[in-house]
């Protein structure tokens, strides 16, 4: 891995993007907060991380 910039976006099971955090990362981990009340929803939530070189989608469950 090298310094990159880099994307994360939220969204819900429609596929309506609830929230997108960029920014510029060192190599190697990483790490952000997010609370349930800044996606404003609970139950599945997909995420996508992006980089120059780098995608993936994954999901999390996000509970009362």
């Known amino acids: 891995p090298e310094d990159a910039e880099a994307s994360i976006q939220f969204y819900d099971v429609t596929g309506k993007v609830l929230k997108t955090i960029k920014g510029s990362y060192k190599k190697g981990l990483n790490a952000i907060e997010i609370t349930k009340n800044e996606l404003g929803i609970t139950g599945i939530i997909y995420?996508?991380?992006e980089t120059g070189v780098f995608t993936q989608t994954r999901k999390m469950i996000s509970i009362n």
């Open 47 to 49: 995420y996508k991380l």
